[in-house]
């Protein structure tokens, strides 16, 4: 009669006949990791597992089974008493799943190369059912390199070291004890009557390849490993078990009844702080016949320019603070997106589509999507003037924020751990309408005949003076801006406050305490001031920049008080700020833009880290002196009203 063996019948099979088997240690490690398997393939894979081993038991001249190999042993009677063992490790104990009685004691102690941690000392006393049956390392120290968040980056996994300590008991009538666990302890005998006591190391997974898009790839060492922490961070939300190795500790005898429970295996990785991605965007323009023929000449090309194509790259602004293993590293970086500009001409644009049409399907599909992602990131983010409008439409940001604050503590004499996550994400956008009034002004004064003779001396003061004696120039400005804006409200520490913010608990495997504000904000501005230069045979070159705004804005936040969301109301009060700049070299002088740099009043883009403004002829200039600020109305919030 034929009997199709169980996965414990190989076991049996593989300790006890081992010369019937091409490898006993392979097959033994092959029925380890299919009884490891996930409940969903679990049954599918020991059977699978043990068909292919018994396969090669019957080609090693093994003696085709009609039943179980597997002896059913009563218990002994040694001295008028049952075997000596603890209930708790029998069929009782469900949180160890054991029914090896004869395991008298286990006990764990990790980080042997710091200040050791005796973690839990099993004794049959369902040690491990608060943990739902498994230990926890965090391990902090890497494996091989030297240590860094570069190591960790690219896939050098962290350990750590202790030893655990094996009692089976004397009168145990099963003989030996096999150990399956890490890959160094696999097979392991354990003698009846001794304690063994065994080294190991438990590692963690290696941190899978962070692909680092091509514009990223040009700007600084800081501004890569920011941008990998976000994307890290955004994996660890999404796959919460990013990084954690989990691996079987088995005692087994025969493969049956044998005694578990599951190490867990993370690495110490703490992060504290934000980091700011400004997505690339496409912008494209058609090049009328004049200009196009103009560039031709000037770049030396032979045709005419027809298109003009601007991509601006990704943008990353990071204030961390990291605990990697024993490194402490600190990123504090901002990189402003970089601009490349390309001119086609008839001929490269014929030669583009063509190109286009040659790809296959699917690459035509992925530039399909890859152009389209960046276009609707242009109409997001780019900033829509026309100068010889009076209204113009704009936009500010996204501005996508990730920001993190981690804690991964091991329990003192426990098997337990404190492991939690609070993640943060903002996103700050912002829209609006400019109205020129310095432009509205002159148009209206062309009306009139005196009107008409004063635009025309600004637009000759605008056009500049160059003669043998004086060269001078000054152009005017006044404005007034009405915008609409969405995100956190700042904080004092810069990094603000996340829209949403929550806190993920690993071991309760559940959010609570949910945090945020989305704030909802109306501001209106009106500026304006005067820019120009004076030169003459008897004086030096004198360049000056002075600017005048009031500002003012009002708010409602929606946030999250005592766990209920509500409202509440606010407003700035009103402020006239006066400023004068001086010109600066942006592109020395150590005052590189930051990425991320807020919209002024009058349309400069404002980089916090230099407080460089850059003009819309490509003119960077400082603030010269401190600002002269005047506060016209005080500030005011309102109470928290919930919603009911």
């Known amino acids: 009669m034929s009997y199709q063996p169980s996965i414990e019948d190989i ?10 088997f091409s490898s006993p240690a392979t097959t033994l490690r092959s029925i380890q990791n299919a009884m490891q398997a996930d409940e969903v393939q679990r049954e599918t894979l020991e059977a699978i597992t043990a068909q292919n081993h018994y396969n090669d038991f019957l080609a090693n001249d093994g003696q085709a089974l009609t039943e179980s190999p597997i002896p059913s042993m009563p218990l002994p009677v040694l001295e008028g008493r049952p075997q000596a063992q603890d209930p708790e490790f029998g069929a009782v104990c469900t949180v160890c799943a054991s029914q090896t009685p004869c395991i008298e004691k286990v006990e764990v102690v990790c ?15 369902n040690e491990l059912v608060d943990t739902e049956c498994k230990i926890y390392f965090v391990a902090d120290k890497f494996v091989t390199g030297e240590g860094t968040l570069e190591d960790f980056f690219e896939g050098t996994q962290l350990k750590d070291e202790g030893n655990v300590a094996i009692t089976i008991a004397g009168d145990c009538s099963h003989g030996q004890h096999t150990l399956y666990w890490t890959d160094e302890l696999n097979g392991t005998e354990l003698p009846p009557g001794a304690t063994t006591t065994l080294d190991f190391t438990v590692m963690t997974r290696p941190v899978p390849p962070i692909p680092i898009p091509n514009p990223v790839m040009g700007m600084s060492h800081e501004a890569k490993m920011a941008f990998k922490v976000a994307v890290m961070l955004l994996q660890v939300l999404m796959r919460r078990s990013h990084m954690v190795n989990e691996q079987s500790f088995r005692i087994t005898y025969d493969g049956t009844n044998d005694f578990c429970f599951t190490t867990v295996t993370l690495p110490q990785f703490k992060i504290d702080g934000s980091v700011t991605v400004v997505p690339p965007n496409l912008e494209r323009h058609h090049v009328e016949k004049s200009d196009g023929r103009s560039l031709a000449q000037e770049m030396g090309m032979g045709s005419r320019v027809r298109q003009e194509t601007q991509r601006q790259g990704w943008g990353v602004e990071a204030a961390l603070n990291i605990v990697c293993g024993a490194a402490t590293p600190t990123i504090t970086v901002g990189n402003e997106a970089s601009t490349t500009t390309t001119y086609d001409t008839g001929p490269s644009l014929r030669r ?7 790809k296959s399907a699917v690459e035509r599909f992925i530039d ?14 780019a900033t829509e003037s026309d100068d010889d409008q009076l209204l113009s439409f704009f936009t500010h940001g996204p ?42 002004l002159k148009m209206a004064a062309r009306k009139t005949p005196h009107g008409r003779a004063l635009v025309l001396f600004l637009e000759n003061l605008e056009e500049g003076i160059d003669t043998y004696m004086v060269q001078a120039g000054l152009k005017a400005k006044l404005y007034m801006e009405v915008a609409l804006g969405v995100g956190p409200s700042p904080t004092e520490d810069g990094l603000g406050n996340h829209t949403l913010r929550v806190t993920y608990d690993f071991q309760e495997q559940a959010f609570d305490s949910p945090e945020g504000e989305i704030s909802i904000t109306l501001r209106a501005v009106v500026g304006g001031g005067i820019i120009g230069y004076f030169d003459s045979v008897v004086t030096e070159e004198t360049v000056f920049n002075y600017e005048v705004t009031l500002a003012t804005s009002g708010s409602i936040s929606l946030t999250i008080e005592d766990g209920q969301w509500g409202y509440r109301l606010s407003h700035t009060g009103a402020v006239l700020r006066v400023q004068g700049y001086k010109k600066a070299d942006v592109e020395s002088g150590g005052n590189e833009p930051v990425a991320g740099g807020r919209p002024t009043p009058n349309h400069h883009t404002q ?15 400082v603030a010269d002196g401190e600002a002269h600020a005047y506060r016209l109305a005080d500030s005011w919030q309102g109470a928290f009203h919930p919603f009911t």
Do not use: C, M
């Not at 190369?113 to 006393?125: C, D, P």
């Not at 583009?352 to 040659?358: E, L, R």
């Not at 399909?368 to 983010?381: C, E, F, M, V």
């Open 111 to 125: 980080h042997t190369h710091a200040k050791s941690n005796q973690r839990v000392t099993l004794q049959g006393e």
């Open 399 to 440: 501005a996508i924020t990730v920001g993190a604050t981690t804690e991964q503590v091991e329990e003192e004499g426990g098997p337990g751990l404190t492991h939690k996550i609070t993640p943060g994400i903002s996103l700050i956008y912002e829209f609006g309408i400019r109205l020129d009034i310095y432009l509205a």
């Open 368 to 381: 399909t999507l890859t152009d389209a992602s960046q276009r609707i990131a242009k109409n997001l983010s």
């Open 607 to 621: 980089h916090s880290s230099a407080q460089v403004i850059e003009t819309a002829d490509g003119q960077g200039w």
């Open 11 to 20: 076991a049996y099979l593989a300790q006890n006949q081992p010369e019937h």
């Open 352 to 358: 583009a589509n063509n190109q286009q049409q040659q």
